[in-house]
């Protein structure tokens, strides 16, 4: 099993350009999940999908990020316009809905916008 | 208001020797705790979870203790090891959310 792939692994751009980051579910998973990693806050969750349907995105910090997920083996989430603060670690997880609470990562997305 | 706190941004334990890594929590509904590891520029894994209606649950050299009077969990790693050596993430979730609810993580280092 490929586990869950994101891409890129790493993005550099400028304040205000369109940023998008992807993400490949393990295959059979239902439930998809994007985080977002900086010191201060820890792990917090951005917004999650269950068989494709946005849930809960009560943790998209303002309007400039939004997410989609198209079929059950794609999602991407985008940043329109990015901002210095946006700068984090970006990491996607997907896990079955039994199996909810022990969800399997990606390797992550480190964004830095200058 | 971080609902899941790890105080203890970093900690250091000699090989051999026990570490504990502690969680505090404040919503008394809480009723599933969860800790991760990651490695640096991965992402985290699962290590080992505890329901609420436990106090304690052991994973070979891994133990979580639950306190929920003291709203408090803590993870023992006995013997410690140098590939131990990781960022811990506890978490918890609530019976009618579909969350994790994730702490900042706690670095721990296990030297020779």
């Known amino acids: 099993d490929a586990g869950v792939i994101q891409s890129p692994r790493h993005e550099v751009t400028e304040m205000g350009q369109e940023v998008t980051l992807r993400c490949k579910p393990i295959s059979g998973h239902n439930s998809l999940f994007w985080y977002r990693q900086t010191m201060m806050r820890g792990l917090e969750l951005l917004i999650y999908?269950?068989?494709?349907?946005?849930?809960?995105d009560s943790g998209m910090p303002e309007d400039r990020f939004s997410a989609k997920m198209p079929n059950a083996s794609f999602s991407t989430l985008k940043i329109q316009p990015s901002e210095p603060r946006d700068s984090a670690v970006y990491f996607c997880?997907?896990?079955?809905?039994?199996?909810?609470?022990?969800?399997?990562f990606g390797p992550g997305t480190r964004l830095t916008v200058t | 208001d971080q609902q899941v706190k790890q105080n203890s941004p970093s900690l250091s334990v000699q090989e051999g020797r026990i570490s504990i890594l502690n969680c505090d929590y404040t919503n008394s509904m809480f009723d599933y705790f969860l800790w991760y590891k990651k490695y640096p520029a991965e992402g985290p894994t699962f290590l080992i979870s505890?329901?609420?209606?436990?106090d304690k649950n052991e994973d070979g050299r891994f133990t979580v203790f639950l306190n929920k009077s003291a709203k408090h969990l803590s993870l023992h790693i006995v013997p410690s090891q140098p590939g131990d050596s990781a960022v811990y993430f506890c978490?918890?979730?609530?019976?009618?959310?579909?969350?994790?609810?994730f702490g900042t993580g706690t670095r721990l280092q296990v030297f020779p």
């Open positions: 505890i329901s609420s209606i436990k």
């Open positions: 997880a997907s896990s079955t809905l039994a199996g909810i609470y022990e969800q399997y």
């Open positions: 999908f269950n068989n494709n349907v946005p849930i809960d």
């Open positions: 978490a918890a979730r609530t019976l009618t959310a579909d969350k994790l609810i």
